[in-house]
Each structure stands twice: as C-alpha cells, then as structure tokens.
C-alpha cells in the first residue's frame, strides 16, 4: 500500500530545495540589475559604481545588504547530497554576510576593507567549487539532461573563475592603469558576469531549465 502522506511530504521537501536553488539563482541574476535600476530610478548616484560593494554608499544599501542577506539566508537553509555540499552553503553563506556587513572603504585599506575583499573573493571561489565539483555529480549512466547540465554547470564555472581571475589582476595594475579602467566600469561587469553566470548554474540545478 502506498503511503501518500510519506510521498506528499518527500514531494514537498523536493520541491522546498528546488526551490530554494531556483531563489538563489533569481537573486543572484537580478542583484546588480536592482541596484543599477534602483540607483537609476532614484536618480541620487552615478548609475553604475566602480564595482558592486560600492552601492553600499549609494541610496541603494538597503537593497545591496538585503539581497546579500536573503541569499545568505537561503544558502544557510540550503541542504545537499552530502556534508560537503551543506558546508559549502553555510560558509558561501558567511562569506555573503561579511561582504554585506563589512562595507567597502574607500580607501580599502583598513580592516573592514579586506575582510569585505575576502569574503568577496571567497563567496565567487566557493560558488565555483559547487558548479564545478558539486552540480556535476553524476550516478552512472547519467541521462542525457544531465549531462547537458554539466556542460552548463562547467561552462558557468569557468566563466566564474576567469572574471575571478581578471579582478585579482586589475588589483595588480599600476594606479594610473586602474583609474583608466574604472572609467569603464570593469570590476563592476566582471562582477555581474560572474553573478549571471552564478545565477544560472543554481536556476539549472533548480530544475528551471533543462529539466529531466
């Protein structure tokens, strides 16, 4: 006989972390579209900041500390196939928290600085350890879907880890080099690329697209 109410809770739990995959993956796509647009609509700032932590001292902070906030949240409740899976949301957790509560100083070279630089290079790193290591586990003989979402989860990955990359490098430039290239807003689309790229390996595992 089967058991319903076994199967609608185990349905619902599903459900639960898929959804909570797919939230992560929203939030994580429409974070710099909120503060530009929010920025915009107000009508206070420059529209686009140097980089992302710098619309902590915009008129856009509530929205820059709550987003961070909610995905810390969900990240905290976000459960996986294995310890390693949970640490990994806990801790991309914390490191979302410290870069939300830790504002970027101009200049960044107090504590508050490099503790939010930190937690920023360590929130990327670890999103690209669950895309990389973590999203593409398979059991054997994998189906078709599956492998297409690996391909995703890799593909956004990589593209994570090469804005990573580009960022650490424009923190090696000469300052007259940086001051040029700030004109362009460069951390500031590395950073939403790489957010995009986030955004869509969680809405993947979510089940929002390619879907078995």
Not at 55 to 68: E, I, K
Not at 106 to 112: A, C, M
Not at 137 to 156: A, D, E, L, M, W
Not at 175 to 188: A, D, G, Q
Request: charged share 15%.
């Amino acid at each position: 006989m089967i058991n319903y109410t076994s199967v609608t809770k185990e349905n619902s739990m599903v459900i639960s972390y898929l959804g909570l995959r797919k939230a992560v993956g929203i939030l994580g796509i429409a974070f710099p579209i909120i503060l530009v647009f929010g920025v915009l609509i107000i009508g206070k700032d420059d529209t686009f900041q140097k980089s992302m932590s710098m619309y902590y001292h915009t008129h856009m902070r509530d929205a820059f500390v709550g987003v961070l906030s909610a995905v810390a949240l969900f990240l905290f409740s976000y459960t996986g196939y294995s310890w390693v899976d949970n640490l990994c949301g806990d801790l991309t957790a914390v490191f979302a928290l410290g870069i939300a509560f830790c504002p970027c100083p101009n200049p960044e070279t107090t504590i508050v600085g490099v503790i939010h630089l930190v937690s920023a290079m360590l929130f990327f790193l670890t999103l690209i350890y669950f895309s990389l290591f973590l999203f593409t586990k398979s059991k054997p003989n994998p189906t078709f879907r599956k492998k297409q979402r690996n391909i995703i989860y890799r593909v956004c990955g990589f593209i994570m880890l090469g804005c990573v990359v580009a960022i650490l490098i424009f923190f090696l430039l000469s300052p007259n080099l940086k001051i040029e290239l700030e004109s362009f807003h460069y951390v500031f689309w590395f950073e939403t690329i790489a957010l995009w790229a986030f955004g869509i390996s969680w809405l993947v595992k979510g089940e929002f697209l390619l879907k078995d």
